[in-house]
């Protein structure tokens, strides 16, 4: 009875190493990169984006104006018309789309989501705020999931740059 006592543990603790190494942590979901395209004016070249549900045709320069490194957080919002994506910026980025929105008011900025086109918003006249507020033409059950999202990249983008010499 002695002799068969290690082995049962022994067998034991290898059936719990065996179950406890083959579970995962669950599902990673990839990262979602956000960046922003300003449209051109009429005439001048550029990349043709269709929004997914609208249809909504907007050339817009191949070069984003706003890139992930720019979003320091995500939100939802919740405005007049409805549930929208608010993406706070860096104070850099903030200046940089203040004096776009100077020189380019009224020209569309597209929201695009890991190279999807998800929305556009016309620049205002001197935008001021430290974010971004924008529509987005993908199911409002996903928008919980997208902001989880978002803000897990902007996470990992920050610490990233902070583990960079």
Same mark, same amino acid.
């Given at each position: 009875?002695?002799?068969?006592?290690?082995?049962?543990?022994?067998l034991v603790l290898l059936l719990l190493v065996g179950v406890v190494g083959c579970q995962s942590p669950g599902p990673v979901t990839p990262?979602?990169?956000?960046?922003?395209?300003?449209?051109v004016r009429p005439g001048e070249g550029g990349v043709p984006l269709t929004l997914p549900?609208?249809?909504?045709?907007?050339?817009?320069?191949?070069?984003p104006v706003i890139v992930?490194?720019?979003?320091?957080n995500a939100e939802i919002a919740r405005v007049d018309l409805g549930p929208c994506l608010l993406l706070q910026l860096t104070? +850099? @980025?903030s200046r940089d789309l203040y004096r776009l929105s100077v020189a380019q008011h009224g020209q569309r900025l597209v929201l695009v989501l890991n190279n999807v086109p998800v929305?556009?918003?016309?620049?205002?006249p001197a935008m001021a705020a430290d974010g971004i507020l924008i529509f987005i033409e993908t199911p409002v059950t996903d928008l919980a999931e997208q902001v989880a999202r978002?803000?897990?990249?902007?996470?990992?983008?920050?610490? +990233? @740059?902070?583990?960079?010499?």
């Amino acid at each position: 009875m002695i002799s068969r006592s290690p082995r049962l543990l022994a067998l034991v603790l290898l059936l719990l190493v065996g179950v406890v190494g083959c579970q995962s942590p669950g599902p990673v979901t990839p990262p979602l990169v956000a960046r922003f395209f300003l449209e051109v004016r009429p005439g001048e070249g550029g990349v043709p984006l269709t929004l997914p549900v609208s249809g909504v045709l907007i050339t817009v320069n191949a070069k984003p104006v706003i890139v992930e490194n720019d979003i320091v957080n995500a939100e939802i919002a919740r405005v007049d018309l409805g549930p929208c994506l608010l993406l706070q910026l860096t104070p +850099a @980025a903030s200046r940089d789309l203040y004096r776009l929105s100077v020189a380019q008011h009224g020209q569309r900025l597209v929201l695009v989501l890991n190279n999807v086109p998800v929305g556009a918003r016309r620049l205002e006249p001197a935008m001021a705020a430290d974010g971004i507020l924008i529509f987005i033409e993908t199911p409002v059950t996903d928008l919980a999931e997208q902001v989880a999202r978002l803000k897990r990249t902007s996470k990992a983008i920050a610490a +990233a @740059a902070r583990s960079t010499p």
